[in-house]
């Protein structure tokens, strides 16, 4: 009896402890969920600050667009080449070259490109944006610009926020259109495939329906770094120590979240 009672008592606790894990990541989740809707509205409620607004998102673009894009133009023409060096041998072979503009379109365009993309800002951009406005609240620049009567949210938050979002649609725009010629430059030389029948293949291959889902995906996934980076920057409010824990959760979160996203977007485009 005593043991039937222990063992009810552990398997309570354990089902407590979980409810409770489960509670606060909700919590945190519908916490995101409002900086979201703050971030969204930011630019457009609240009294003018034009200058200050653009000049705030042109160093986030700098920042995350344009100071690394070499590294994506890198990558995705690698990206090119591996979707054409393990398929195109095979398609050859079996005469049917005209598959190759729907393969880069189902992989480049709709999707692995958005989530390669994605990832790049993710590494490049996500966690600073953390550790800069973690460092801010910890060192309370944040309560001195609440007592100067600015918002910290619209002038920090706000600027990024819509930085991220433009600069992640612009690199998934590079990274297909980087990807296609280098896909085209190795079928080109490893596949002999007539270029005339290359593009031709992915002109026909490629919907509008396609660059939708990829856009709505890119947009998304930017809006989600963007707001999950920006809200684990202003729950640091302790120490250094936080702001590094902090860093590390909001990837997590990012990843989850960007990768929920992917799968839902793409089976409403099968359904």
Excluded at 20 to 36: E, P, Q, V
Aim: aromatic fraction near 14%.
């Amino acid at each position: 009896m005593n043991r039937l009672f222990r063992m009810v008592r552990v398997l309570g606790g354990l089902l407590g402890q979980a409810w409770g894990n489960f509670g606060a990541r909700l919590s945190r989740l519908l916490d995101i969920c409002a900086m979201f809707h703050r971030l969204i509205l930011g630019a457009f409620i609240g009294p003018p600050c034009i200058g200050l607004f653009f000049r705030e998102l042109s160093r986030q673009v700098y920042f995350t667009a344009i100071r690394r894009a070499y590294i994506l133009v890198f990558t995705s023409l690698m990206l090119g080449m591996l979707v054409i060096v393990n398929a195109t041998q095979q398609l050859v072979k079996l005469q049917g070259e005209e598959f190759i503009g729907w393969l880069l379109v189902t992989i480049v365009v709709r999707e692995v490109g958005p989530v390669w993309a994605a990832f790049f800002v993710l590494l490049n951009s996500g966690g600073a944006i953390t550790v800069e406005i973690g460092n801010m609240s910890v060192n309370q620049e944040i309560r001195a610009l609440k007592m100067m009567g600015i918002d910290p949210y619209r002038y920090l938050g706000v600027p990024r926020f819509w930085g991220i979002t433009i600069s992640l649609m612009c690199l998934y725009i590079l990274c297909v259109f980087t990807a296609i010629i280098g896909g085209y430059l190795f079928a080109q030389a490893f596949a002999e495939i007539f270029w005339a029948k290359f593009w031709l293949s992915f002109v026909n291959a490629l919907q509008l329906i396609d660059l939708g889902v990829g856009f709505a995906k890119t947009t998304l996934f930017a809006m989600l770094i963007a707001t999950v980076s920006i809200y684990f920057g202003f729950s640091s409010r302790i120490n250094m120590d936080e702001v590094a824990r902090n860093t590390s959760e909001a990837a997590i979160w990012s990843l989850v979240l960007i990768g929920a996203t992917n799968i839902i977007l793409t089976a409403a485009y099968y359904l």
